[in-house]
């Protein structure tokens, strides 16, 4: 049988961890399902678990003076989707995850910490250099997501710290993109995602991001292929992008489909700076 | 190890469960308090049969283990169908035609049910998105949206 704690609070939370390590179970619409059975039979799982979908101190989103949004880690994605202060691409991916049923259970910090790079919360993290809080009985230490997530399902999780909240700082962008291909409109896991954003001011680029799900063992994005259009006019898009596009394909790895994958990325990048070289309207690019 | 106790309320009534608190809440309410209306489809959380209302929202009992129960409110078809709008849901797909297998309609009633309790003249597209969770393999859906409409209409006196 299970081994399992259901801790009250979150310094409970942090003893029991730092005893047993038992893993921590936030929405287990994961878990739950990787621990499956079968129909009467109880889920088995290979390590003891901690039940924190109670933890009332890592629920809910709030944003600081400087404009910093914090989202603590048992915020479920149809609150993410419901809140009107979260930044576009994080609340587009989250109104786009599963089904209703899924989205009220399932939450930011399960999804990560799960880190399937076909997650759909990690890749608009990473675009905005989202940054994560780690607690643990000696305190808490900041890390970005992108360090976090290591590779395919894994993590830079200490076996005695809990993620308690997600912070984002805002980014300057007047052209948003987000799109996730999926086999169904509701509950279809991504086949691929992709976010970009671009602040495009008197003609120049000032600033260029995307970012790449279900792609690679993680989420990819790399800074200095974006610092290709960064500082370059509008009106040179046309002669940079084939470059550019050759060059994010190339920090691509897909562990099956490679051709699908490839070319469909280098569509919906070519679709958004096709539409930011035509001048389109400030705003999301749909 | 390590029976937890978990009180809960189940469809207005407060109740206890002793056991392992992985357990599934489908297992639960269908295997200890014989509510078999909730039905198993694909076990997980993808096709809206097991369908329940957890503190107000719709969610799928096949992946909630009894843990995260702990003082939950909880409701089944067989507490919603004896509500107000929830017998007026039921007669409208039955007068409506939306049911033939029946396996899905407890969860479809139920995710019906949310969405007139939060909207009142929801559009087609909010209909269908409401049930986009819950899959039906008889029907094709028309007559599932059709009668939603036909419930919102009744209780709205139109």
């Given amino acids: 049988m299970n081994t399992c704690y259901i801790p009250e609070n979150l ?3 942090l003893e029991i961890r730092r005893k047993t390590h038992a893993l921590p179970l936030a929405g287990g619409t994961d878990l739950m399902v990787q621990a499956k059975q079968g129909i009467g039979i109880n889920p088995v799982f290979k390590s003891p678990i901690m039940i924190i979908t109670g933890l009332d101190e890592l629920k809910g989103i709030r944003v600081e003076d400087d404009g910093t949004l914090v989202i603590g880690a048992l915020t479920t994605s149809a609150e993410i989707a419901a809140d009107e202060r979260v930044f576009y691409h ?197 | 190890m390590l029976d937890k106790k978990i009180t809960f309320t189940l469809n207005g009534k407060k109740v206890e469960f002793i056991g392992d608190p992985l357990r599934r809440l489908i297992d639960t309410l269908r295997e200890d308090f014989g509510l078999t209306g909730v039905k198993e489809g694909c076990g997980e959380g993808e096709c809206g049969a097991c369908s329940v209302i957890k503190d107000g929202k719709l969610v799928t009992s096949c992946i909630i283990p009894m843990g995260a129960v702990y003082g939950a409110d909880i409701w089944t078809i067989e507490g919603i169908r004896d509500t107000e709008l929830g017998s007026t849901i039921v007669e409208a797909f039955a007068d409506g035609g939306a049911v033939q297998c029946g396996f899905c309609i407890p969860g479809m009633v139920l995710a019906s049910y949310v969405l007139l309790k939060e909207k009142s003249d929801p559009s087609e597209e909010e209909i269908r998105q409401a049930i986009s969770g819950n899959i039906c393999r008889c029907t094709g859906y028309d007559l599932i949206v059709k009668s939603i409409r036909l419930a919102d209409e009744r209780r709205r006196g139109v």
């Fill in chain 1, 11 to 13: 310094t409970e939370a």
């Fill in chain 1, 90 to 286: 994080i609340r587009t991916a989250a109104s786009q995850m599963g089904a209703i049923s899924l989205r009220n259970t399932a939450t930011i910090g399960g999804n990560i910490a799960n880190a399937s790079p076909k997650g759909d919360l990690p890749q608009p993290l990473i675009l905005l250099d989202a940054t994560l809080t780690l607690a643990s009985l000696d305190g808490e230490r900041e890390m970005k997501v992108d360090d976090f997530i290591t590779g395919a399902k894994k993590t830079a999780l200490n076996d005695d710290e809990i993620i308690k909240e997600i912070r984002v700082k805002p980014v300057e962008a007047n052209y948003l993109f987000y799109h996730k291909i999926g086999t169904r409109k509701a509950n279809a896991i991504s086949k691929l995602s992709l976010s970009a954003m671009a602040n495009v001011k008197d003609g120049l680029i000032l600033d260029f991001r995307a970012s790449s799900g279900a792609a690679g063992d993680k989420v990819k994005r790399k800074r200095e292929v974006e610092e290709m259009l960064i500082g370059k006019a509008v009106s040179d898009i046309p002669s940079l992008k084939d470059g550019f596009l050759t060059a994010w394909n190339g920090i691509l790895s897909p562990h099956a489909m490679p051709t699908y994958r490839r070319e469909s990325t280098k569509r919906m990048l070519s679709y958004f700076l096709d539409k930011i070289s035509e001048g389109a309207e400030l705003g999301i690019i749909s």
